[in-house]
């Protein structure tokens, strides 16, 4: 699959097409979408990225983000209201750049809905210099505040790379924070 979201054709810019998806769409995923559409705008490349997120499970379509994971966004200063949650349909490989997993069970449920040509699929984390190999942003459902607070450290921490990647691809110059 090629990389380039530049465009095919000089002087067309297309935009880069970011999905994150974690299970449920309503706690990681749309966390990291709110913080990631924040750093990209902050760089001067959110007309460039487009960013949206879904889950692998059907259970939450339709619903708000958990209202934890709203409470720990709003206390950082970032907005989750807008938030509707959705399932990943595997048609949107196609409409995608990169699919970014949460966790390792994300990733394989994406790989095995991938089509046959590829697909860029990676874990989140990767894109943080300081994680360890296959890191992953644990799920926080079941658990207290205390771990959505760690998913906020997470995202935060993986964000700026996801930006610079995105750059790169797109020819723009990476920006330091
Ligand atoms: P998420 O968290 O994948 O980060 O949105 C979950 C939300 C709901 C469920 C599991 C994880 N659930 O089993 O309903």
Request: proline fraction near 7%; include cysteine; aromatic fraction near 6%.
């Amino acid at each position: 699959m090629s990389e380039a979201g530049a465009g095919d054709r000089p002087g067309t810019a297309r935009p880069y097409r970011i999905c994150v998806v974690c299970l449920g769409n309503i706690c990681r995923s749309p966390m990291a979408e709110v913080v990631l559409r924040a750093v990209l705008e902050r760089r001067g490349l959110a007309d460039a990225v487009v960013v949206d997120s879904a889950g692998t499970g059907g259970w939450h379509v339709g619903e708000p983000m958990d209202e934890r994971a709203a409470a720990t966004l709003a206390a950082a200063g970032y907005d989750g209201s807008r938030h509707r949650a959705r399932r990943f349909e595997p048609s949107w490989f196609a409409e995608r750049d990169l699919v970014l997993a949460m966790d390792r069970e994300n990733l394989r449920t994406l790989r095995r809905l991938a089509p046959p040509e590829g697909a860029d699929v990676r874990l989140f984390r990767s894109f943080d210099p300081d994680a360890p190999e296959d890191a992953e942003v644990p799920d926080p459902y079941y658990g207290g505040r205390e771990g959505f607070v760690r998913v906020l450290e997470m995202v935060e921490a993986a964000a700026e790379g996801i930006a610079d990647h995105a750059a790169r691809v797109l020819g723009r110059a990476p920006e330091r924070r």
